[in-house]
């Protein structure tokens, strides 16, 4: 990937990175991740639409990341959503740490050129700064050649039904004005959704819970069976 690569992000991407520093261990300094996403159409951009936490452990001295966790994650993002691969990988903090490159060559064995990502979540200078990188290789002709990071742009986008969000926002704020046939649909969308006290949700959750489970119990009954069936079956076949 060339260094003039611009990433587009998704809003969901920051939601969900922000979401898993604020459920990290205490004794956690940085949360890391994959990043999932498509080469875009435009020539030199990379579209990140999705991400998971992957949880590593992280000292001075050393970087431990669960690989299989993050490689059983892929694949389930997979059949979900078959269209979006591995693109890179993010962090949060404010700057690049010495294990970050450890991390980022890991990436580069799965995906071309991968995009780093990170994000401030301790508002390190009063805001949560948001910043791309790639690799880029350095050093004389003739020695032992090293790698930096090198910034990229980073531009946030958004789908329609994100754009609906951000919408409702400016129009509580004043920044838009209210548009009554844009708050007629979304009031018949809210009516659309089932009242119901909290009491009744939760009966409502435990019957469904509760017929899930006898019907996982069954399948298992019924498996058991049939495995009791074929060895009765082979024993009386060698009598």
């Known amino acids: 990937m ?72 892929y694949e389930l993002h997979r059949k979900v959503n078959p269209s979006e691969v591995i693109v890179g990988w993010w962090a949060t903090g404010h700057e690049i740490t010495d294990h970050s490159l450890l991390i980022h060559d890991y990436y580069s064995r799965v995906t071309s050129s991968p995009i780093h990502l990170t994000v401030d979540t301790t508002l390190h200078g009063g805001r949560m700064n948001i910043k791309g990188y790639v690799s880029a290789s350095m050093g004389v002709p003739g020695r032992t050649p090293g790698t930096m990071f090198a910034p990229i742009p980073v531009e946030v986008i958004s789908y329609a039904p994100e754009v609906v969000g951000t919408y409702v926002d400016d129009v509580l704020s004043g920044k838009v004005t209210a548009d009554n046939y844009i708050g007629r649909e979304l009031t018949r969308m809210v ?48 009598q």
Do not use: W
Not at 19 to 47: M, W
Not at 231 to 236: A, D, E, R, S, Y
């Open 2 to 73: 060339a260094l003039n690569l611009v990433a587009k992000v998704h809003p969901v991407v920051f939601f969900t990175i922000v979401d898993s520093y604020e459920r990290r261990n205490p004794d956690a300094h940085r949360v890391i991740g994959t990043l999932l996403g498509t080469i875009g159409v435009e020539k030199g951009t990379v579209e990140i639409t999705n991400c998971f936490c992957v949880p590593h452990n992280e000292s001075k001295e050393e970087v431990a990341v669960e690989l299989d966790f993050a490689k059983d994650m």
């Open 191 to 238: 009516n659309q959704v089932p009242k119901m006290s909290a009491h009744e949700f939760e009966e409502m959750l435990n019957t469904n819970m509760k017929d899930l489970l006898m019907v996982i119990y069954l399948s298992q009954l019924t498996k058991v069976n049939v495995s009791l069936n074929e060895k009765l079956t082979m024993l009386v076949a060698t």
